[in-house]
């Protein structure tokens, strides 16, 4: 592919692995919408969109834009790395790598395992899971937030719902972050293939309990996918599994991110944190507007099928695209100070946050069920929460996510 990379395009400073775009994005993306909003990244090897507008068109157009590729940062595996993934048992595709129709079929069987009403009648089970986390932690006075809970809960709440076997979820939520980081992160030659046997750990994992739970259905979210897949052109058990992985892997990582840079936020503002220990009922806007300003899902890929034009920008057959979802909810012409948090507004601002379009996250609501309740939980029971000063906030080498890697936090018991 010929590039011209000599005019000036933010493409030509884009690292999105660099120290300083890790710590601060947002600063380059404000640019880039001005400057250049649709560029090519030579470090990437993709095209990157940045406003709202275009990030639509994108994520709407499945007939000139498509999921199905193996890993945005392929290129960067050793042929070792790409021999053990090529080891993998399952040999189907998980929704978030189908186009429609397949994509369709899918959707319908797990969107009824994960719709909004049955998430609704978990909110016991999550809350009781909270519960023990924080009953834990209480006693000691400081901790860093995120291994301590924001890591943990969203394992037991994935954990509890596929009715894995507690002694199993350190192991499970290992493999899955050695999977997320080799697909999304930039990691050293030396060290991948060590996460890539984590991934195919994983993979057997789940195809070993989808053929245990077809053998012997249970209360749990991989039955029901077993059973609602029963009167489509069945799922079939590799399907099963690789929806599964996908589950672990999207519902974890995300989720983890998202609870530290709320807890972050807010308790960089006392003003804010006490508002919500004195105002519970304002949680869900909150949350919204985190979502909106630091989604933990920055960006997702798609692939052009043909030559296309965005943003008056010629897009070549088979480039990949990384549309900025973090960029586009702080877009000028979507939101107004959309660099600015303020979860009153009104109306409340729409975000990218959960994607759009037919790939939409399946997950939402079990999220923001999450994120509610341990939000409500923490200003309950741990109102005199404040963060340990003189931190520096660590964020990980990732594509397509962000948030803080630790968070040291202390209250009084
Ligand atoms: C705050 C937490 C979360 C965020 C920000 C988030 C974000 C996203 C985004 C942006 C997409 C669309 C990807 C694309 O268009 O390429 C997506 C898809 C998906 N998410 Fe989430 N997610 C979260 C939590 C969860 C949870 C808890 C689960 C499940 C337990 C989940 C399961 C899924 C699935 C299955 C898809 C694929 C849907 C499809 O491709 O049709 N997510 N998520």
């Known amino acids: 592919m010929q590039v011209d990379t000599t005019r000036r395009d933010p493409g030509n400073e884009y690292d999105p692995f660099s120290e300083e775009h890790r710590a601060d994005p947002h600063a380059f993306f404000e640019r ?57 048992p399952i040999t189907g595709r998980a929704l978030v790598r189908l186009d429609p129709p397949e994509l369709t079929r899918h959707r319908k069987i797990l969107s009824r395992t994960l719709s909004a009403q049955r998430t609704a009648t978990l909110e016991a089970r999550v809350r009781r899971l909270s519960m023990r986390l924080i009953d834990d932690l209480r006693p000691l006075g400081r901790a860093d937030f995120v291994t301590s809970f924001a890591r943990p809960f969203p394992g037991l709440v994935i954990g509890s719902l596929l009715d894995l076997p507690e002694a199993d979820f350190p192991r499970v939520a290992a493999w899955s972050g050695a999977r997320t980081a080799l697909m999304y992160g930039e990691v050293p030659p030396e060290e991948q293939p060590a996460l890539a046997r984590g991934s195919l750990a994983l993979e057997h994992y789940v195809l070993d309990l989808v053929e245990r739970r077809r053998q012997e259905l249970g209360d749990d979210l991989t039955s029901d996918l077993i059973r609602a897949s029963g009167d489509e052109a069945a799922m079939t058990t590799m399907e099963a599994a ?35 220990v004195t105002h519970p009922d304002r949680i869900p806007a909150v949350i919204e507007e985190e979502l909106r300003l630091d989604g933990p899902a920055t960006s997702t890929m798609r ?57 939409f996250c399946i997950g939402a609501s079990l999220a923001r069920l999450e994120m509610r309740i341990a939000l409500e939980q923490l200003a309950e029971r741990l109102p005199s929460l404040r963060l340990t000063p003189a931190q520096t906030v660590p964020y990980g080498k990732s594509l397509l996510m962000r948030g803080p890697g630790r968070l040291l936090v202390e209250w009084d018991d």
């Not at 470090?43 to 157009?61: M, P």
């Not at 589950?247 to 006490?274: A, F, H, K, N």
């Not at 030559?307 to 990384?322: C, F, H, K, N």
């Open 303 to 359: 692939r052009a099928k043909q030559r296309v034009e965005v943003g008056g920008v010629s897009i070549p057959d088979g480039a990949l695209v990384q549309v900025m979802l973090s960029s586009a909810n702080r877009d000028e012409a979507h939101c107004p100070n959309g660099e600015t948090y303020d979860h009153t507004r009104e109306p409340a601002a729409q975000h990218l946050s959960f994607g759009f379009g037919a790939h």
């Open 242 to 276: 690789a929806t599964l992985r996908m589950l672990i892997d999207g519902g974890y990582q995300t989720t983890t991110l998202v609870l530290g840079s709320t807890v972050l936020r807010l308790l960089s503002d006392r003003r804010l944190w006490e508002e919500v």
């Open 32 to 88: 880039a919408r001005g400057e250049a909003p649709v560029f090519y990244s030579p470090v990437l090897e993709a095209w990157v969109v940045t406003r709202h507008q275009e990030a639509v068109a994108v994520l709407k157009d499945h007939e000139r834009f498509s999921v199905a590729f193996h890993s945005a940062v392929a290129s960067r595996h050793t042929p070792e790395t790409l021999a053990i993934l090529g080891e993998s």
